[in-house]
């Protein structure tokens, strides 16, 4: 075999090496794009998610909110409430005390 053929032979061999080599890179292109869009979409799902998450937790402080206003005037009420029997049973406590105060009165007089 001559240097020239020796020679083409070897540029040959590279030839199919490049073009190997260029297919290689050319499917890791392909796969590299088809990654970064799985990688963004499940990005942006994510993100939605966390939009999602973030409205309901501004929802549920609205209803905590909410509810804990609906506590404080119901229990406010209630002490009121408590507040008025309490002030009736002392009335009664009183109104009973002095009958039978004029009770033993009339009792010791009679």
Request: no cysteine.
């Amino acid at each position: 075999m001559t240097m020239v053929e020796s020679l083409r032979s070897r540029e040959s061999e590279l030839r199919g090496t490049a073009e190997r080599d260029r297919a290689n890179a050319e499917e890791a292109e392909r796969a590299l794009r088809q990654t970064r869009w799985t990688a963004d979409d499940a990005a942006r799902l994510k993100d939605n998610r966390v939009a999602e998450l973030q409205a309901e937790k501004v929802e549920l402080n609205k209803a905590n909110k909410a509810m804990a206003e609906e506590y404080e005037r119901k229990m406010g009420e209630l002490l009121q409430s408590l507040h008025e029997v309490e002030k009736e049973f002392v009335s009664q406590r009183a109104g009973h005390q002095e009958s039978l105060a004029k009770q033993i009165v009339a009792k010791v007089s009679g």
